[in-house]
């Protein structure tokens, strides 16, 4: 089970970049690292996903390095409206059922 | 294409009643899971199901709860005789396949309160 550690809340300010770093020791060889945003009283929404090097969409980066034992959300010029809780998570696959599995999350609050 | 649709939003139910959720998936989503949220706490898998069957139930309590997704209609989260401890978000999401890379796309949630 690859479970994923990351860190609590983070804080920052309007036009930052904001990195929430992920780890993932036991990540399986086939697993995708994948991170979603949540609002509170919302359900999660998906970010992005990759599985190595680097993935950039129009909302945010992700980096993962050569071992893929962590990876890193990277959020340019945030806004108030990223404040946000942001989950990693590894697809755990079990007896051939691929299950998303949430940790903890990373609550991040952006300041004016 | 309507997103995946979870109701009702908000339920109230006193001990001992019985709460019934209800998950309309993604239209060509096959695959279902349900998970519970407690307050200030992330998602917490409770199962899985693809049509008709149940794929993965180890996040489900063993009594009392139980989920279905049959061929027609929504899949439903029953919980009988409801107690305080359940109340929670419980969150439906579905996706096109299971697999690694696949999106789960998320309802906006049932806020279920046991009073």
């Known amino acids: 089970l690859a479970k994923t550690t990351q860190p609590i809340s983070m804080d920052s300010y309007e036009g930052q970049e904001v990195n929430i770093t992920c780890s993932h020791n036991?990540?399986?060889?086939?697993?995708?690292i994948t991170w979603y945003q949540q609002f509170p009283s919302q359900g999660p929404r998906f970010i992005i996903q990759g599985y190595k090097t680097k993935v950039t969409n129009e909302v945010a980066s992700l980096f993962i390095p050569a071992d893929r034992k962590s990876s890193t959300l990277s959020l340019p010029r945030v806004s108030l409206s990223d404040t946000a809780v942001y989950y990693c998570l590894v697809v755990f696959a079990s007896g051939g059922s691929y299950i998303p599995t949430f940790g903890r999350g990373t609550s991040l609050i952006v300041h004016p | 294409n309507a997103g995946v649709m979870q109701n009702p939003r908000h339920l109230v139910r006193r001990r001992g009643q019985e709460a019934r959720l209800r998950c309309s998936p993604m239209?060509?989503?096959?695959?279902v899971y349900w998970y519970r949220q407690l307050p200030e706490e992330g998602l917490k898998f409770m199962v899985y199901l693809q049509k008709e069957n149940i794929i993965d139930e180890s996040g489900m309590p063993k009594e009392r709860f139980s989920a279905e997704f049959p061929k027609e209609g929504p899949s439903i989260l029953r919980i009988q005789q409801v107690v305080r401890g359940d109340s929670a978000a419980y969150f439906c999401a579905s996706s096109p396949y299971s697999g690694q890379g696949a999106e789960a796309f998320f309802g906006q949630g049932t806020r279920l309160t046991v009073v």
């Open positions: 036991n990540i399986a060889t086939n697993d995708y």
């Open positions: 239209k060509g989503h096959s695959h």
